[in-house]
């Protein structure tokens, strides 16, 4: 019998939320992505039937021994919600299995269909528990910056998802490549830094920290209070990957991503020849 989220009796789990989050654990399993969950809920579902399916999967992936390192934020530039056809931000959660190392390779066919954008994470020195999180609560919370490249990837066929398909299927979390150099917050205005991505060598992504909710430090505090408010709070330790700077772009096999963001550095990954098929990589 599945386990059940946040220990909710498994025969109180409606049975499409196991449904949804069983086809997402199968799609993950294969290498085959699955249609879309949403078609399993009465009008499409709806977010809260979509967090509890995260739940499932992600209650499962501790029950196996995996570790949870931080949430992700997602949805927050307007770019790539025109790109995936939604309105609002999402969160996710990082499972330390998920990291690649700075200027590291990620395998052929760990990943369905990926693509790739630019971000800054935040790594906190203290808990935000608050459901009324500041934006001083979150700088005073914050150890350091990195900068990040996130690695999303779909288990909906075709990236055929609505806000109910990402965050059922933890939205839409991949991998994630942090750098190496720790950079205070002090002095450094987060909406402003500016980002530029490559694609071996070529510029294929662009923004600044506006683009994501205003500033970084926005979907921060927005996530801040949105766990709170479920009782999940972020705490000390925990990594925050605050969203795109800029357009996603598609992956194909052999190419290397780098970003530069302004004050924070750069980080960069390579694809391994058939680490990203037809379906999630360049035609």
Known sequence: MPTAPDGVRPDSVPPAVVEAADLLAEAARTGTPCPPVRTLFD??????????????????????????????????????????????????????DMAVPDGGEVPAGRLLQPKVEAEVALVLARDLPDRDCTADDVLNAVDFALPALEIVDSRIAGWDISLVDTVADNASCGLYVLGTTPVPLAGLDLATVAMTMTRDGETVSEGTGAACLGSPLNAAVWLASALAERGDPLRAGDLVLTGALGPMVPVAPGDVFEARVGGLGSVRVGFAAGAADREGGRA
């Open 43 to 96: 009008g499409g579902g709806d977010l809260e039937t979509a967090y509890a399916v995260q739940r499932l999967n992600v209650r499962r992936g501790l029950d196996a021994g995996r570790r949870i390192a931080g949430r992700k934020i997602g949805l927050t530039s307007e770019a790539v919600q025109r790109q995936l056809g939604v309105d609002r931000p999402d969160f996710g959660a990082l499972f330390a």
